[in-house]
């Protein structure tokens, strides 16, 4: 396939095979579909669907947690489009492109990602490229997430005007339980909202 030839290509001319920008064309799928309030609906009912087949006996139990949970959903939901609605146009960048169902969902504008190997630090061509795409972009924020390591972050916006925050698309702080799901949608609202306010 061609965007396979195209990287294996890229992989050969380009040291830093794993450090190359992903403009926001998306190419590929992105298997984060659960960032998505609507996906996470249709994820619970299939659920419940399957559980009650399993367990015929206790299918309406499943069907009802199922009920109330996409009610929770649709709460999470809209309270996180109330907080992004004042900020959903200002530009960002992401370190990993996992977020393209909750921009879609949510309407909020992020300009491009940078795909950084978790093995290794960036090189100074690298960094300099990638701070060249924050100023170019017009970015307000670049959002790392957890398992980048703050010194590089810092490094990337040193002597810009582009602020940075967090994001986590698996809620790793978050409780398990009920409401992880919804919190997530919160948390992920809150800290887009916090960083481009």
């Known amino acids: 396939d061609k965007d ?33 309030p609507d996906n996470a609906k249709v994820l619970l009912k299939a659920i419940a669907a399957t559980l009650g087949r399993v367990d015929p006996e206790r299918a ?7 009920a ?11 309270e996180t489009a109330r907080v992004l609605a004042p900020v959903h146009d200002r530009p960002y960048i992401v370190f990993h492109d996992a977020y393209q169902y909750f921009e879609r969902h949510f309407g909020t504008h992020a300009v491009g990602s940078v795909s950084l190997s978790d093995a290794r ?22 959002f790392a997430e957890p398992q980048f390591d703050d010194r590089l972050v810092h490094t990337l916006v040193e002597g810009t005007d582009v ?29 887009l909202a916090a960083c481009l306010g």
Request: proline share 5%; aromatic share 2%.
């Open 4 to 36: 396979h030839d195209d990287h294996d290509h890229a992989a050969k001319e380009h040291e830093h095979e794993h450090e190359h920008e992903h403009e926001h064309g998306h190419h590929g799928e992105d298997p984060h579909l659960w960032l998505s």
């Open 60 to 66: 309406a139990a499943y069907q009802a947690n199922a």
């Open 68 to 78: 109330r949970a996409a009610t929770a959903v649709d709460a999470a939901a809209a």
């Open 121 to 142: 630090r960036p090189g100074a061509r690298r960094v300099r490229e990638i701070r060249e795409k924050l100023i170019e972009s017009g970015a307000a924020c670049l």
């Open 163 to 191: 602020r940075t925050g967090v994001l986590d698309p698996l809620g790793s702080h978050i409780d398990l339980g009920p409401g992880h799901y919804p919190a997530l949608l919160r948390d992920l609202g809150k800290a």
